[in-house]
């Protein structure tokens, strides 16, 4: 079965609940370092080793009440136990997840459009 974006969800392991309410979209990155390492065949070409690896997410959200838009930025800084899986009314019980670091929040405030934001979580540890 094909996972749809709208159904994906960010939930806190300590409290099951949403972490951010209204969201738009999440972006999921992985990314991983390569290690030049001097090459016993090849003088011109460059060689790599995989090296230690890196997660985070990024989402879009919409404000849902005047309470977000003050509540929301104080995430900077906190850490929170995630974990990212279909919404219960259209998943099973497949996720991934780990420990994230909040990096950044933006909120977007344009007039005659609902107020909206975006978060930056930085993974620390691994994503299991």
Known sequence: MVT????IIIISRDTNEPLVAGVKADRLRVAGETIEIASATSSRWKEFLAGRKEWSIETDYLI???NNIYDYPLMVGQ????????????GSDTYCGGTVICT????????????????????TGPLS
């Open 4 to 7: 749809k974006g709208k159904y």
């Open 64 to 66: 849902t009440d005047d």
């Open 79 to 90: 850490t929170f136990n995630i974990r990212i899986q279909d919404s219960p009314q259209h």
């Open 104 to 123: 950044e929040a933006v909120q977007d405030y344009q007039v005659g459009t609902l107020v909206k934001g975006s978060f930056v979580f930085k993974g």
